[in-house]
């Protein structure tokens, strides 16, 4: 039976009627059109589908949308402010930390996470908070420049 999930995404009150069972991750690409967010694994191993709800990070392809019910979720697409790009965006963009882009969103979702919760942290924490995003085309020196950049501001 369907229920209806009403959430906040990216600033914006959304309602969606579906199954409570259906991943967060298939109501944000299907039902509102927002495709940052990839579907890496479907199994919450690779980090690709990294969303932040309330603030914390979560694999939205193992989220049932129910549990986003009255939450707040921001995907890649609501992380910037207008025109201006998050830190971490921005240090992504200078360090070149990207190479096909697949795995990007997921990584910059997690070290927003991270550095909201840890402003200052060392290269072991960021590599601890990373490793739980696989970059399949091995770009985790140049990721762990953009994350050392982006607590610098």
């Given at each position: 039976?369907?229920?209806?999930v009403?959430?906040?995404?990216?600033?914006?009150k959304?309602?969606?009627?579906?199954?409570?069972?259906?991943?967060?991750?298939?109501?944000?690409r299907e039902?509102?059109?927002l495709?940052g967010?990839k579907?890496?694994?479907g199994?919450?191993?690779?980090g690709?589908?990294?969303?932040l709800?309330?603030?914390?990070?979560?694999?939205?392809?193992?989220?049932?949308?129910?549990?986003?019910?009255?939450?707040?979720?921001?995907?890649?697409?609501?992380?910037?402010?207008?025109?201006?790009?998050h830190?971490?965006?921005?240090?992504?963009?200078?360090?070149?930390?990207?190479?096909?882009?697949?795995?990007?969103p997921?990584m910059?979702l997690?070290a927003?996470?991270l550095?909201?919760?840890?402003?200052?942290?060392?290269?072991?924490?960021i590599?601890?908070?990373?490793n739980?995003?696989?970059c399949?085309?091995?770009?985790?020196?140049k990721?762990?420049n953009?994350?050392?950049?982006?607590?610098?501001?």
């Amino acid at each position: 039976m369907d229920v209806k999930v009403n959430l906040t995404v990216n600033g914006k009150k959304r309602s969606v009627t579906t199954d409570p069972k259906r991943s967060l991750l298939d109501v944000l690409r299907e039902e509102l059109n927002l495709t940052g967010t990839k579907y890496g694994c479907g199994e919450g191993r690779c980090g690709a589908c990294t969303v932040l709800m309330d603030g914390k990070r979560v694999l939205s392809c193992v989220t049932p949308a129910a549990q986003a019910n009255k939450k707040t979720i921001t995907t890649i697409e609501g992380l910037a402010r207008g025109d201006s790009l998050h830190p971490v965006q921005e240090a992504f963009l200078a360090e070149g930390a990207m190479q096909c882009g697949y795995c990007t969103p997921g990584m910059i979702l997690t070290a927003a996470a991270l550095l909201e919760k840890n402003p200052n942290p060392t290269d072991e924490e960021i590599t601890t908070a990373m490793n739980v995003n696989l970059c399949r085309c091995n770009g985790y020196t140049k990721i762990l420049n953009a994350v050392r950049r982006a607590s610098k501001k």
